[in-house]
């Protein structure tokens, strides 16, 4: 017997619109990974290539396969699990889909067999939050701004210049503040946030043939046809400093960009890479407003169903997987960094008086944010405290892309004026 997995040609599609991991590989072991996908199925030759590199036997494959049977005959319980990213994407994006896996299902004892559904094959963004939501699927991984239409109080931290670096992002939701004052508000549309995924602050990143690049200053932002996803809040934001906020939904977002109908957009440099963006960008200039984050959500009605040692086995995952991909930030953007600037693109972070005009004009400070903090997270006094807690060491460390150079790839950084 076999593990089958459905929805193949959707990956498979989804690969050739992102980035494949097997794309560096000679004909013959192209040949044996399709080899392999047509015997065991996508998902079991992508793990075997993945954990045991481009020159997976067949006999390695069979054991990947044998494991995953053996794992899912001797389970309890089945959480499956989606993402719109590939297998091998921690590379350059650390989303840490294996790990999650594997920490599940053995910090369960055995009792959890997680069946990952990667590439999109379940949908992606929106699609996965609502089917997590309705109980269609137990888990999925997805951005947080996908996450505000259905639990609109974790879109705070798209409010601009309070949380935006990677350590304050860490700090902020493992802190108790964020666990008692956000978290509730998320579970009571559903959701069981497991952990929140640390990958860097979102970036301006213009494409080619548009002139004035790289963005420093709020001011060449005005009349920027920007792409925005689901975040009314990102929204109002591009619109302070003047640009043309672009509702594209993400799956159409590569041909907006190359047809013209967006100038710009904003995600990190490593879902830039990943989504095979290199080769129609020009410039890509860190701004540091928010965290381009990520969240492993889970149905809260299948979660509180599971007995006290699963639950309590599925949050150590958590915590496990969250203090890898912690760790793999700085080697996936400087991947990520190196790999763009081989395709030409130039990067450019803000000097500290160009950052002070960008938080002048549209910081969390400003009154015009007031009425929706007080509507996502009850008060301006809770708001308070959440900023206390995003400055408050944590015990979490995360590379800044701010604080130090990236190895082996030099951003330009601006003189003061």
């Excluded at 997590?132 to 239409?149: C, D, E, K, L, Y």
């Excluded at 798209?158 to 860490?170: D, H, L, R, T, V």
């Excluded at 400093?241 to 939904?249: E, I, K, M, R, S």
Aim: aromatic share 8%; hydrophobic share 40%; charged share 20%.
């Amino acid at each position: 017997m076999e593990i089958q997995h459905t929805s193949q040609k959707i990956n498979l599609k989804y690969m050739k619109q992102s980035i494949d991991p097997f794309k560096k590989l000679n004909a013959m072991d192209r040949r044996r990974f399709l080899e392999l996908s047509a015997k065991f199925g996508f998902t079991t030759a992508a793990i075997a290539m993945t954990t045991a590199g481009a020159g997976c036997s067949r006999e390695t494959a069979q054991r990947v396969n044998n494991e995953e049977l053996e794992r899912r005959a001797a389970a309890e319980f089945t959480m499956n699990l989606a993402s719109g990213y590939i297998l091998g994407a921690s590379r350059s994006y650390p989303i840490m889909q294996l790990d999650m896996k594997e920490n599940v299902q053995n910090c369960t004892n055995g009792k959890v067999y997680v069946k990952i559904a990667p590439g999109g094959q379940l949908g992606v963004g929106s699609a996965l939050v609502q089917k997590v939501q309705t109980g269609t699927i137990q888990a999925a991984q997805h951005s947080i701004a996908n996450f505000a239409p259905f639990a609109p109080a974790a879109d705070v931290i798209n409010i601009p210049y309070w949380c935006g670096e990677s350590q304050k992002f860490a700090n902020l939701v493992n802190s108790n503040v964020w666990k008692n004052e956000v978290n509730p508000k998320v579970e009571a549309k559903g959701f069981k946030p497991l952990w929140y995924v640390t990958i860097d602050p979102r970036t301006v990143a213009l494409r080619k043939g548009v002139t004035g690049g790289p963005v420093k200053t709020p001011a060449q932002m005005r009349g920027m046809k920007l792409r925005v996803g689901g975040s009314r809040i990102l929204l109002q934001f591009y619109q302070s400093v003047g640009a043309n906020p672009t509702p594209v939904a993400w799956g159409e977002t590569a041909s907006a960009i190359k047809q013209g109908v967006a100038d710009a957009l904003d995600p990190c440099v490593e879902a830039l890479l990943v989504f095979g963006f290199k080769d129609v960008l020009s410039s890509i200039s860190f701004i540091n407003a928010v965290p381009d984050a990520q969240v492993y959500s889970c149905n809260l009605e299948w979660f509180n169903s599971l007995p006290f040692d699963v639950r309590e086995g599925i949050e150590f995952a958590s915590e496990i997987t969250m203090r890898q991909n912690h760790a793999k930030v700085p080697a996936s953007r400087a991947y990520a960094m190196a790999e763009m600037k081989k395709a030409g693109i130039s990067f450019y972070s803000l000097s500290d008086d160009e950052l002070a005009e960008w938080k002048s004009v549209s910081g969390a400070q400003l009154p015009a944010w007031d009425e929706i903090k007080k509507k996502l997270v009850g008060s301006l006094a809770t708001f308070e405290k959440l900023v206390d807690a995003a400055n408050t060491p944590s015990g979490y460390f995360v590379h800044d892309v701010q604080r130090n150079g990236q190895a082996g790839v030099r951003i330009v950084k601006a003189k003061k004026r």
